[in-house]
């Protein structure tokens, strides 16, 4: 149980072009989606957290004009990079908090790879 | 500011070593979390450590929280090449729904 997917696994785009990636929630409902993006050898760094029905907030420095994020359902949150630019380029990782759970463990989804070029 | 400091940052060893990573705070975290990330996969989480003093052990894996809340160690006995990935600590963010911070990981390599 606790599967949560992202799609698509790996996109390669042109500069300026926009790109959405989805994460699901596969088994469960999820409160609370979060969003992360990894550096290549860097740790997660948090960008935003989004509840299903209201606005996601964003972590300091993150442009949330740039990084849209929508959570539609309790089990469906997008992120579309606008006008994406190489220094996009990144691995992008969800994850979801269970409805009715501790509210502090979270199960990620298996990341998407963005190459901006 | 909370922060989460993994050491090392590397290690490589022959299989059948055992060793120890840590995780350092100067905070006290209510919970401290161990996943293990393999290259171009999302987190899995190996284990929870909620109160002060707990070991908590998974097959050949020992965890550890700090009696003040404040550091952890993952102890592994007889490394397997299966062993291989990045171990980060993560802890949730005071005050926050569910916010978690990550350390950066020490990168394993356990070699055949």
């Known amino acids: 149980g606790a599967v949560v997917s992202q799609h698509p696994s790996r996109v390669i785009c042109k500069s300026g072009t926009s790109v959405k990636i989805e994460c699901r929630s596969l088994?469960?409902?999820?409160?609370?989606m979060f969003w992360y993006r990894q550096f290549p050898k860097q740790s997660l760094m948090l960008m935003a957290t989004?509840?299903?029905?209201?606005?996601?907030?964003?972590e300091q420095g993150v442009e949330k004009d740039k990084f849209l994020i929508n959570h539609a359902s309790l089990t469906l949150s997008t992120l579309t990079v606008t006008s994406a630019h190489p220094e996009d380029s990144s691995f992008y990782i969800c994850?979801?908090?269970?409805?009715?759970?501790?509210?502090?463990?979270?199960?990620f989804g298996p990341g998407t790879r963005l190459l901006v070029l | 500011t909370q922060l989460l400091e993994q050491s090392p940052q590397f290690l490589s060893i022959q299989e059948g070593e055992n060793l120890t990573v840590y995780c350092n705070s100067s905070?006290?975290?209510?919970?401290l979390q161990w996943y293990r990330q393999e290259p171009g996969e999302g987190p899995v989480l190996l284990v929870t450590?909620?109160?002060?003093?707990e070991v908590k052990k998974l097959k050949r894996l020992t965890f550890q929280f700090g009696d003040a809340r404040k550091d952890s160690s993952l102890h592994i006995t007889a490394a397997q090449p299966g062993d291989t990935g990045l171990y980060l600590c993560?802890?949730?963010?005071?005050?926050?729904?569910?916010?978690?911070?990550f350390g950066k990981g020490t990168k394993l390599s356990v070699k055949p």
């Open positions: 993560a802890g949730p963010v005071g005050g926050s729904q569910g916010n978690l911070i």
């Open positions: 994850s979801a908090s269970p409805l009715g759970g501790d509210g502090e463990t979270q199960y």
């Open positions: 088994d469960f409902q999820a409160t609370t």
């Open positions: 905070s006290v975290f209510s919970s």
């Open positions: 450590v909620v109160t002060g003093g």
């Open positions: 989004s509840n299903e029905g209201s606005k996601a907030t964003y």
